[in-house]
Nanobody
Framework: QVHLVESGGGLVQPGGSLRLSCLAS???????MGWYRQAPGKQRELVAT???????TYADSVKGRFSISRDNVKNMVYLQMNSLKPEDTAVYYC?????????WGQGTQVTVSS
């Protein structure tokens, strides 16, 4: 069983930036990894994915503003978020793609507000 720990969230003004990190308890180098988010009252949605060799995909709502990356040596996955908007406010999670049911962590809260 893998444990995933997200960090890096916080309160930021519109237009600001944050970098989220996800640390896995073991190597995930062969897995497609993803960042997901869940806003209050909404279903969890997929934000970005990255393959083992670095190919990426993004939701239309974040394309051009967010960038996913990974460091397979450190068992880390990152999400660089720029030009943040209030609608990006959510709890952000990392997991495999498709998600591993029992691997959801606590997530990290991102709040975009002036």
């Amino acid at each position: 069983q893998v444990h995933l720990v997200e960090s890096g969230g916080g309160l930021v003004q519109p237009g600001g930036s944050l970098r989220l990190s996800c640390l896995a308890s073991r190597s995930m180098s062969t897995y497609v990894m993803g960042w997901y988010r869940q806003a209050p009252g909404k279903q969890r949605e997929l934000v970005a994915t990255i393959t083992h060799d670095g190919m990426t995909t993004y939701a239309d709502s974040v394309k051009g503003r967010f960038s996913i990356s990974r460091d397979n040596v450190k068992n880390m996955v990152y999400l660089q978020m720029n030009s943040l908007k209030p609608e990006d406010t959510a709890v952000y999670y990392c997991n495999t793609r498709p998600p591993t049911h029992n691997a959801w962590g606590q997530g990290t809260q991102v709040t975009v507000s002036s």
